[in-house]
């Protein structure tokens, strides 16, 4: 790797770091499953998921360990919760099988989408692990759609709880696609060869498709995209009491075109800002190594 | 042929070492004691999964995230597995589940218990893991084939997870102070819930178990196997036994452990074990809380059919 220029590395790293992350993260809420899942196959099932994950995340730490000289669970296990880049959405908790696999849909189909367009990367290396772990990846998209197909068609209970589930992590999805540091640059040496603007456009086509194609709503919650408003003495709706107040997050297409404004509460991940709920599983996660880093295990 | 006759003439198949299968004439207390044995065993399977998954979001590296991940896994597969033949004998995995998680049946002593370190994880994964083998190999000669093949499949995966705890033993046993103290440390509190392990002494006379071969053991000599096989390895790592009465002894061979206080293993089996509630209250919750999830699924299952 010693014959990568500065600023092709120093473009490298973010990137690989946020897809890393972002499988880490992900392949470690889906194996908080492991022992409880609430029913038997899908145990079985998610618990193989998770180690798919978690073997791709230590994929990514690979590749970067070339590159920073760290080795990969250095990487993994011995950084500050601040300093992790993956989108929020991979550390909200599991909350129910419901949300589960809403989140499961959502980011399998970014995953995809990411993965297919880094086939492309300049950097070799990256389009091959890209290539490789599409293959892998397939399988867990065809494990949510079997649910979504099942649960679409079933019950109303089962109905509507994956719908209400599916508003909620929708919202949380954009981060996935929130802008890299050095972005740009990445871009320019084509180790990124779609910026993450294109990937969302992509991703929001896909999958509002392939929702409504289960006869599911694509929409976020309703709480979310009509924002607060309250009465003033006078009568008058004004909107929110804070000046600060931010603007509602909104989807919506236009000929075509996916325009995406507001707020979104699961964005800040790839600038390092988390949730609460990270400072725990961050906890969790470094626990043991931190208490003897110098350690083998 | 009275039931007396075909009484006798199904014990005298055992004795002479034959296989029952499912749909073979058995006698009811057969069945029911067959049926309750691979129910608990099914039951400690996948309550079993909870102590150590609970160190998979805390692995200190990658690779052990994966490989304790995959473990936990197959331990609930094994649960799946022995589910299967637990429901022929005549009660549905819904109902065995709902006795489970309201404390009408058992699981195994040693998963009642907290586990505080990735020592403990060491301890399950070769202690416990072990002191399971030595049960589930003297099983593979069961009298009821379903169950004798199941036990051939698990014993042979056991054998895999067992290497899997040597391992993390090893690393600990040959780490830093800090991660030979958690090993001693697991030690310590695990030792008393694995003598206990194989039950109370027990009157082989009694056992319908034993008369029916389902099982070919009694506590006692299950548990000096252990003892003989392990003690001598844990020595032979610098680790000292919590038992101040164990000593070899020079004429049998064997390793004879001090007394035993059965008092903690009696408030187990009541279900008073320290983390018996918590464990089963969470998997309640879980369970009444999906219960959207197995409609979804029955329902979809009747559609096919």
């Known amino acids: ?60 730490y690979t590749l970067l360990s070339g590159v920073i000289d760290k080795s990969p669970d250095e990487i993994a296990l011995a950084r500050q919760s601040s300093e992790y880049r993956h989108a929020i959405i991979c550390e909200r908790p599991n909350r129910d099988w419901a949300y589960t696999l809403a989140r499961h849909f959502l980011y399998d189909t970014a995953e995809r989408i990411r993965l297919e367009s880094l086939r492309a990367s300049a950097y070799k290396p990256l389009a091959d692990v890209a290539d490789k772990l599409l293959r892998e990846e397939r399988y867990h998209e065809l494990h949510a759609e079997a649910w979504f197909s099942r649960l679409s068609s079933g019950p109303m209970e089962g109905r509507h709880e994956l719908t209400v589930a599916l508003s909620e992590a929708l919202s949380d999805a954009i981060g996935l696609f929130e802008i890299i540091d050095s972005e740009q640059v990445a871009l320019e040496y084509s180790i990124l060869p779609e910026s993450n603007e294109d990937l969302l456009q992509k991703f929001l086509s896909d999958a509002s498709e392939r929702i409504e194609s289960y006869g599911l709503p694509f929409q976020l919650s309703p709480s979310e995209s009509e924002g607060e408003f309250l009465a003033t003495s006078s009568g008058e709706m004004i909107e929110g009491s804070d000046e600060q107040a931010a603007a509602p997050p909104a989807i919506a297409e236009a000929e075509g075109k996916w325009q995406v404004t507001g707020e979104f509460a699961g964005m800040g991940g790839r600038r390092g800002k988390h949730s609460p709920e990270f400072d725990e599983l961050w906890d969790d996660l470094t626990k043991t190594y931190r208490e003897e880093p110098t350690a083998t295990w | 042929m009275t039931y007396e006759d075909k009484l006798a003439e199904f014990q005298t198949r055992i004795d002479a070492g034959e296989k029952v299968e499912t749909n ?185 178990l034993l008369k029916y071969r389902v099982k070919s053991k009694s506590n006692e000599e299950l548990r000096q196997e252990f003892l003989d096989h392990y003690v001598p390895r844990i020595l032979d790592l610098g680790f000292e036994l919590p038992d101040n009465g164990l000593h070899h002894d020079s004429e049998s061979g064997q390793w004879i452990h001090g007394e035993i206080d059965w008092d903690p293993f009696w408030k187990v089996v009541k279900g008073e074990g320290p983390r018996t509630e918590a464990r089963l209250s969470k998997r309640r919750a879980v369970w009444d809380h999906h219960r959207w999830v197995r409609e979804a699924l029955s329902e979809s299952i009747w559609k096919a059919a």
């Open chain 2, 24 to 208: 073979d004439w058995m006698p009811d207390d057969y069945r029911l004691a067959t049926l309750k044995f691979i129910e608990m065993h099914a039951n400690s399977e996948v309550m079993g999964a909870l102590p150590e998954r609970e160190w998979i979001p805390r692995a200190p590296s990658l690779r052990r995230k994966m490989s304790l991940t995959a473990k936990v896994q197959d331990e609930v597969g094994h649960g799946q597995l022995l589910y299967r033949v637990a429901e022929d004998l005549g009660k549905t995995r819904e109902a065995m589940f709902e006795d489970l998680i309201h404390g009408r049946t058992k699981f195994h002593n040693v998963f009642h218990y907290p586990t505080e370190h990735w020592g403990d994880v060491a301890i399950i994964g070769w202690l416990i893991d072990g002191a399971a083998l030595v049960t589930q190999r003297a099983l593979l000669d069961c009298s009821y084939a379903p169950y004798a093949r199941v036990m051939k499949r698990i014993c042979s995966e056991e054998q895999l997870h067992l290497r899997h705890g040597e391992d993390i033993t090893l690393e600990l046993a040959n780490g830093t102070e800090r991660q030979r103290w958690m090993f001693q440390d697991g030690l310590d509190r695990w030792w008393e819930p694995i003598m206990h392990f194989y039950g109370p002494p027990s009157n082989p006379d009694k056992d319908v």
């Open chain 1, 1 to 60: 790797m010693t014959n990568l220029s500065p600023a092709f590395k120093e473009s490298l790293e973010p990137l690989l770091l946020a897809i890393a992350d972002d499988e880490l993260i992900m392949g470690h809420r889906h194996s908080e499953w492991t022992g409880w899942a609430p029913h038997i196959e899908e145990d079985i099932a998610f618990s193989s998921i998770a180690q798919d994950e978690i073997g791709h995340a230590n994929l990514f």
